[in-house]
């Protein structure tokens, strides 16, 4: 999906846009938008990953409420097996710890943060998971 349309599903739900950062050769573009945004935060952030060379990814983090705790919740009950886990990825402030969980069109990675509460939930097509992985871009 573009990001004009993204932003137009998120602004009706009470999202703003705050950046967009366009794709290089060695990098992927990234908008961002913040859930009611103040000067010290927000109480959500959703981050799409883009270029025109691979399928998008989309981060959610949640600093408020419990959505992402409903979605960890759902893949533990589902009894879904992690290809990958840790405590440790580049780039990264404050992790606690991450899970990869595949399903069949997409692959999930679980993070859970150092600060009580904060989580999120990224989002890849399984292929595009597979490429980054083999690329050393996850």
Known sequence: MEITKVDKKLSRKGWKFMSDSKPSDKVMGKAVWAYSPNPTGAIAWCVLYYNDTSPSRI????????????????????????????????????????????????????????????????????????????????
């Open 59 to 138: 981060l959610y983090n949640a600093y408020a409420g419990n959505a992402v705790q409903k979605i960890h919740k759902k893949m533990r009950l589902r009894k879904l097996l992690p290809v990958s886990e840790g405590n440790t990825l580049e780039g990264v402030e404050q992790l606690e710890y991450y899970a990869d969980y595949p399903e069949n069109k997409y692959v999930l990675r679980l993070l859970k943060y150092q600060q009580f509460g904060f989580s999120g939930v990224k989002i890849f097509e399984k292929a595009d998971y597979e490429k980054a992985r083999e690329n050393g871009r996850l």
